[in-house]
Nanobody
């Protein structure tokens, strides 16, 4: 059974940084795509970024390009999301997600596995 556990959220001032972690277990993830999504109050869950585990190919949402960086560490089965130059509009619950297969997708319905989420709050 796939399990995803996020950590690293918190409260930060605008312009600051946070690093989120997603610890994955229950599978060999070499044939998976790992994604980060976020959901602000009253809004739809939106795509942030994804990485293909096998070759670390990435795809970023427009709102985070140049500020966020996704990476994965094979030995730790962990995906990281480094978030720099944070803005108040980045405030949301951030979710780690996984989908089997090699194609990066940006729709949440394409991801079968989800973590419980971690809150990120950026104050102005």
């Amino acid at each position: 059974q796939v399990q995803l556990v996020e950590s690293g959220g918190g409260l930060v001032q605008a312009g600051g940084s946070l690093r989120l972690s997603c610890a994955a277990s229950g599978r060999t993830f070499s044939s998976y795509v790992m994604g980060w999504f976020r959901q602000a109050p009253g809004k739809e869950r939106e795509f942030v970024v994804a990485i293909r585990w096998s070759d670390a190919i990435t795809y970023y949402g427009d709102s985070v390009k140049g500020r966020f960086t996704i990476s994965r560490v094979n030995a730790q089965n962990t995906v990281y999301l480094q978030m720099n130059s944070l803005k108040p509009e980045d405030t949301a619950v951030y979710y780690c997600a996984a989908r089997r297969g090699g194609t990066i997708r940006i729709e949440k319905d394409d991801y079968a596995y989800w973590g419980q989420g971690t809150q990120v709050t950026v104050s102005s």
